[in-house]
């Protein structure tokens, strides 16, 4: 299989507790993407990596949000001192550069109790 | 504010006849658009693009129109089947400062196609 994976497919978790997530992109794209998507809504814009580089933040990326890149491969969202709002599906995504079309993984659903 | 608006929460349409799949935005600085399928529990699946110099662009059952004076686009899908049951995001992009071609989503549209 050659397309975003994203790992772990579902998370539980107590409000407090952190967590950390992880995107494989498909091995030729340089750009990656994380997006959250919350009941009844698109999928919103998180942060842009390429390559390496950490380009692009939302304001919707609190400081308990960070995120990875490193080498450029797989990418890591942790999130410190989970609340119940950040319960949502968090989707990765990947593209060639000077290509818009981005190839979404399957997202890693997040539970915080 | 809703930069990208899919104003049908659901669209029903039988077998073998045409869906039609409406997106109006707001942000006159968007040069690409896109149409992604999704099931449940899955991500989205890319469907089609059409970039801001056209305003067609056909794949074999799915077409995209654009309509840049009244910042409306359509994704036509015929003759429609029933694993074309899914949510339709429609989604756009502009250059950002820090390049990334990030994408804005509508809410969605489900469409179920009844045999």
């Known amino acids: 299989d050659t397309g975003v994976s994203q790992d772990p497919r579902h998370k539980i978790t107590k409000r407090g507790q952190n967590v950390t997530f992880r995107c494989d992109p498909i091995?030729?794209?340089?750009?990656l993407y994380w997006y959250r998507q919350t009941l009844g809504q698109g999928p919103e814009f998180l942060t842009y990596?390429?390559?390496?580089?950490?380009?692009?933040k939302s304001r919707l990326l609190s400081d308990r949000f960070s995120a990875e890149r490193p080498k450029g491969s797989f990418s890591t969202l942790e999130i410190q001192r989970t609340e119940q709002g950040d319960s949502a599906m968090y989707l990765c995504?990947?593209?060639?550069?000077?290509?818009?079309?981005?190839?979404f993984g399957q997202g890693t659903r997040l539970t915080v109790v | 504010d809703q930069q990208v608006k899919q104003n049908s929460p659901s669209l029903s349409v039988q077998e073998g006849r045409i869906s039609i799949l409406n997106c109006d935005y707001t942000?006159?600085?968007?040069?690409?658009f896109l149409w992604y399928k999704k099931y449940p529990a899955e991500g989205p699946t890319f469907l089609i693009s059409?970039?801001?110099?056209?305003d067609k662009n056909e794949d074999g059952r799915f077409t995209v129109f654009l309509n840049k004076s009244a910042k409306h686009l359509s994704l036509h899908i015929v003759p429609s089947q029933p694993g074309d049951s899914a949510v339709y995001f429609c989604?756009?992009?502009?250059?950002?400062?820090?390049?990334?071609?990030?994408?804005?989503f509508g809410k969605g549209t489900k469409l179920t196609v009844n045999p």
């Open positions: 995504a990947s593209s060639l550069y000077a290509s818009t079309e981005a190839f």
């Open positions: 091995s030729e794209h340089n750009r």
């Open positions: 990596f390429q390559n390496e580089a950490q380009l692009e």
């Open positions: 942000n006159s600085m968007f040069d690409y």
């Open positions: 059409i970039s801001s110099i056209k």
């Open positions: 989604a756009a992009s502009a250059k950002s400062q820090g390049g990334s071609e990030k994408l804005v």
